[in-house]
């Protein structure tokens, strides 16, 4: 079944900057842009859909089009379907307050003239989040990408339509049932594969993870964090990208510490993560939203195709 129906975005609102973030590798395999469309097969409880999300308005008249394709012959929840369409592309935040901070701060203020309508893209959900921080720690993101597209392929639901395969992210339980063993095969460490496994146990079972979105950050990361292998940078991505938090800052993260210290701020070697959690104070409450903006402008001084090419 086919069912088509509209999103508009709380202006300024920039699809092309926002959806550039799934465009970093090729691997990619979950969320995809192709011609100016956004792509991703969707789970919502035992249903499917492949979302196919056009952009059909401007930045200040922002207005996404998306038509939903079933496997089921039956009726679909669409209202399931556009919550995480909503979710995944920040089209409810309201950024002028950011804006009213950015262009009072000499750092952010150009940035935000030159990315207007720029937004923080999420995760569905937050164990997708942690899965992709994890696979992230202590390697290449080419590398990491490249396991997590293994890992969606094996694991993940899927559907075949006009000739082409596509996938949805793996499900808690899926993982909950490897062994290392398995989990190794995936060119996985032995303390990477546990905390995999681990993710797959506690998200399936235990009901009151469901509920962390309700919840300050820090007693968020504090739960996080009590989930053996996952760290406080782990944590702090997975608010950022998972729940898309507008003032979480991974201070440790490499992009931060390294690039942005080096590359916006001028400094000739890295920095420490407390000097960088020191420094992006002054951009609260919008410290994600903040450092979305500096790796675009990161990558746009690289020369990269795309802005946020950068970081995890």
């Known amino acids: 079944m086919t069912h088509s129906f509209e999103i508009i975005p709380r202006a300024p609102y920039s699809f092309d900057f926002t959806v550039a973030r799934f465009m970093r590798f090729a691997s990619e ?3 995809l842009v192709e011609d100016g469309q956004y792509r991703r097969l969707l789970a919502d409880g035992r249903q499917l859909a492949l979302a196919m999300v056009t952009n059909a308005g401007t930045v200040a008249k922002p207005r996404l089009a998306v038509v939903l394709h079933s496997p089921s012959r039956a009726p679909i929840q669409l209202a399931g379907f556009e919550a995480q369409l909503r979710h995944i592309l920040c089209t409810d935040l309201d950024l002028r307050p950011f804006y009213r901070m950015a262009r009072k701060d000499g750092l952010l203020a150009p940035m935000v003239s030159r990315f207007r309508g720029l937004r923080i893209t999420g995760s569905p959900t937050l164990f997708e989040a942690l899965v992709t921080a994890v696979l992230s720690q202590q390697v290449n993101l080419t590398f990491a990408y490249s396991i997590k597209k293994a890992l ?12 082409r395969t596509y996938h949805a992210f793996p499900e808690p339980r899926r993982f909950a049932g490897q062994t290392l063993e398995s989990m190794r095969g995936f060119r996985l460490s032995n303390a990477k594969a546990g905390t995999l496994i681990r993710l797959g ?5 235990n009901v009151t993870l469901h509920g962390l979105a309700a919840l300050p950050d820090e007693q968020i990361v504090e739960r996080l964090t009590a989930i053996k292998g996952i760290g406080r940078w782990s944590a702090e991505i997975a608010l950022m990208r998972g729940l898309a938090r507008p003032d979480t800052f991974p201070a440790g993260d490499l992009g931060v510490v390294k690039y942005v210290a080096q590359g916006l701020l001028g400094r000739t070697g890295k920095a420490t993560e407390d000097e960088m959690r020191a420094f ?3 951009w609260r409450p919008y410290r994600s939203l903040a450092l979305a ?3 675009a402008e990161l990558a746009t001084r690289r020369g990269a195709s795309t802005p946020g090419t950068i970081e995890n």
Not at 201 to 205: L, R
């Open 29 to 31: 395999s979950v969320d």
């Open 293 to 295: 903006y500096c790796y």
């Open 280 to 282: 992006a104070e002054r």
């Open 201 to 205: 146990e506690t998200f399936a079972t």
């Open 152 to 163: 969606v392929e094996s694991f993940g639901r899927r559907w075949r339509r006009q000739g």
